[in-house]
């Protein structure tokens, strides 16, 4: 199994920044993908960003192209959302993800952590 927890949540004004970490332990070795999602209360939860384990081929959603940066640093099993330029429509519980080789699915998943952007 993966374990995965998040932090790096808060409160924010619109316009400023966070720092989401997600940081894995246990079979870290069978992870091929790590995946940021969200959920704002009464919406479904939508994928945000993904990364490859080692650090290639970040891929985000339209709606954060040019705000938020996905990076991984394997040394530390730790992979990050740099989220600039917050909206108030980014007021969501963010959750970080793992999808293995074997499965193609995300697998396993963080509790999650809360991020409330002011107007």
């Known amino acids: 199994q993966v374990q995965l927890v998040e932090s790096g949540g808060g409160l924010v004004q619109a316009g400023g920044s966070l720092r989401l970490s997600c940081a894995a332990s246990?079979?870290?070795?069978?992870?091929?993908?790590m995946g940021w999602f969200r959920q704002a209360p009464g919406r479904e939860r939508e994928f945000v960003a993904r990364?490859?384990?080692?650090?290639?081929?970040?891929y985000y959603a339209d709606f954060v192209k040019g705000r938020f940066t996905i990076s991984s640093d394997n040394a530390k099993n730790t992979v990050y959302l740099q989220m600039d330029i917050l909206k108030p429509e980014d007021t969501a519980v963010y959750y970080c993800a793992s999808k293995s080789r074997a499965t193609g699915t995300y697998d396993y998943w963080g509790p999650g952590t809360q991020v409330t952007v002011s107007s």
């Open positions: 246990g079979r870290t070795f069978s992870i091929y993908t």
């Open positions: 990364i490859r384990w080692s650090g290639d081929s970040p």
